[in-house]
């Protein structure tokens, strides 16, 4: 049994959150929240998404598993207007998803969740920096980084208490340098990772603008980016493994 | 090359890239080169192939356009080289170099003429694993730290024998008689652009009721590398014929038959000459730089055919993947 209905934005936030690196994902119908899990058929990129029964207008579920389309879900949630609320119905006995959005229903067929890919288990990091860090300063950061290079560096500076988010390219270098004044909060260690950009791109994207992100990073080590959306009802955590730092 | 009549009997599946991951394949280097060897060159002018002294390079540029597809997938290749050919394949090489011969003459004839596709599909059949080849194909390999096996005689074979010892769980190759040198898991198409092919010995022998020693007198029936096979009999027959009389010297009395050395090709796919002299390390840990200036400077490889391979070899091999954590 699944009955909800939620704002068209914190769905639309949900969606673009996990659609940024699958294609399909099965969606858990917990009794108190939804959860998605997910990681990219290359092993690079994870997300490990729940959103609170709270963040909907009314929830109902009982531990349920659908699969489902993310962009066709997302064209969907995409016909509705910020303002609209969507409402979602499981038609156990068909295995569809009713959705109504305004006068407009929709019906999604869903996809058998054991065809999916398994549900990653979650690494096990105990990472040593810990960076609270505005999602406008990351954007810039990671912008500047895609003017020179595929690859970008997360780093602290633990001496000078700065979070550095730096790109070597051919020719040319970025160094976006982050002081403690710029920072929400920076808890220093030992960090200094690189990671694709693609990768860091995408999730980016799906980052709202006036989120807090929190950065968990390591030597070497895959970063956490931990964020909230849907008035903080909404968690989401990426994890991103690392590239190898040559020479 | 192989025993394509094999293909109507073979357990076939596709298999998604995506599951191999972490895996190791056991190629035959012999069979995965000869396919870049024969497809590079198609359509294409020679003079991108062969350095200024004349010597063929389409190896090396197969090799550094091949070798991405595995590391992006995180599937790890053990080239398996053939040794010295098997007594019994004398035969074929030398019809091979016949038919060589004759296509060469064929191509030269074409290139008079300026049949350009003609001149290019003759091509690709002249094309052979000459000692140069065998060489920079072995340096260039060295240079990217990607394993390789040398095999005392058959490729397959030796490849096969590693794979039903565990230490690969796939044999790469395109061709069918991996089924009989009694590989378990084949992967085919590993050079093709979509998801391989994916063959099972154990669900051959299963469909068709078959022990293993049965399945090799199918293939024998049917004619393999060493054997033009039986006329009048196709893989259906051989199948009827082996589970009716037994194996293949029943067969071949009631039919009144003979099979030149059937013994001995036998012996060739039950009990090949394989080695336990091989060791290998699956952490690849390439130069690309030196195998960069290998290729381009030294083997006057144009750098447009292979600097995007190169990009994709150093990409994929510096990424890791998550599961390193869990």
Not at chain 1, 224 to 243: I, N, Q, S
Not at chain 2, 117 to 143: H, K, M, P, Y
Not at chain 2, 204 to 215: G, I, M, N, P, S
Request: proline share 3%; with cysteine.
């Amino acid at each position: 049994m699944f009955q909800a209905i939620v704002s068209a934005s914190t769905l639309r936030d949900a969606l673009d959150s996990v659609s940024v690196l699958v294609d399909e994902c099965k969606i858990r119908l917990n009794e108190d929240e939804l959860a998605i899990r997910a990681v990219d058929p290359a092993n690079v990129g994870m997300v490990d998404l729940t959103l609170d029964a709270a963040a909907f207008e009314s929830y109902e579920a009982d531990g349920g598993v659908i699969g489902v389309n993310l962009s066709r879900l997302e064209d969907i949630a995409g016909m509705a207007n910020t303002g609209d609320l969507v409402h979602l119905e499981l038609d156990e006995e068909t295995r569809k998803l009713h959705i109504q959005i305004e006068g407009l229903s929709y019906t999604l067929a869903l996809i058998d969740p054991d065809s999916i890919r398994q549900e990653p288990d979650i690494p096990d990091l105990d990472l040593p920096a810990t960076i609270v860090v505005e999602g406008t300063h990351l954007d810039r950061g990671i912008k500047a980084a895609d003017m020179v290079s595929d690859h970008i560096g997360l780093r602290v500076d633990e001496a000078d208490e700065t979070f550095h988010i730096e790109a070597e390219g051919d020719t040319d270098d970025v160094d976006l340098e982050l002081g403690r004044d710029d920072l929400i909060d920076l808890s220093a260690g030992p960090a200094d990772s690189l990671f694709s950009l693609d990768y860091l791109k995408d999730m980016n994207k799906a980052i709202p603008s006036d989120a807090e992100v929190t950065v968990e990073l390591g030597e070497e080590f895959p970063v956490k980016l931990h964020y909230e959306f849907g008035e903080g009802m909404g968690h989401v955590t990426y994890m991103l493994a690392p590239r190898i730092q040559s020479d | 090359m192989g025993n394509a009549a094999l293909r109507q009997l073979a357990a076939l599946s596709e298999v998604s890239f995506d599951d191999l991951d972490g895996r190791v394949v056991a190629v035959d280097a012999h069979n995965w080169l000869y396919r870049y060897l024969t497809t590079t060159v198609k359509w294409t002018r020679d003079g991108v192939y062969t350095t200024s002294e004349g010597e063929e390079v389409a190896n090396l540029v197969g090799i550094v356009q091949g070798l991405p597809k595995f590391f992006e997938h995180d599937l790890v290749p053990v080239f398996v080289f053939d040794g010295g050919v098997t007594e019994l394949k004398d035969d074929e090489v030398a019809e091979r170099r016949e038919q060589r011969e004759k296509a060469e003459e064929m191509l030269a004839d074409a290139q008079e003429r300026g049949d350009h596709i003609e001149a290019a599909r003759l091509e690709a059949r002249t094309q052979r694993l000459t000692s140069v080849i065998q060489e920079t194909s072995r340096e260039l390999l060295d240079l990217l730290d990607v394993p390789y096996v040398e095999a005392p005689a058959e490729g397959e074979a030796q490849a096969a024998y590693m794979a039903r010892r565990g230490d690969a769980d796939y044999v790469g190759s395109e061709d069918y008689d991996t089924l009989l040198f009694g590989a378990p898991l084949t992967l085919r198409q590993l050079t093709s652009s979509g998801n391989p092919e994916l063959m099972s010995l154990d669900e051959t022998l299963d469909e068709h009721d078959l022990t293993y020693e049965q399945l090799v007198d199918v293939g024998i029936l049917c004619g393999t590398d060493f054997n033009p096979g039986v006329d009048g009999i196709g893989p259906k027959t051989a199948l009827k014929l082996v589970r009716e009389h037994g194996d293949l010297f029943g067969v071949l009395e009631a039919r009144g038959e003979h099979v030149e050395f059937a013994d001995r090709i036998r012996e060739l796919f039950l009990d090949p000459p394989v080695t336990d002299e091989y060791e290998f390390d699956t952490d690849v840990d390439p130069d690309i730089s030196a195998a960069r200036s290998y290729v381009i400077e030294e083997w006057e490889v144009d750098a447009d055919e292979v600097e995007r391979g190169f990009e994709r070899i150093d990409d994929a091999l510096s990424q890791t993947g998550l599961d390193r954590w869990t």
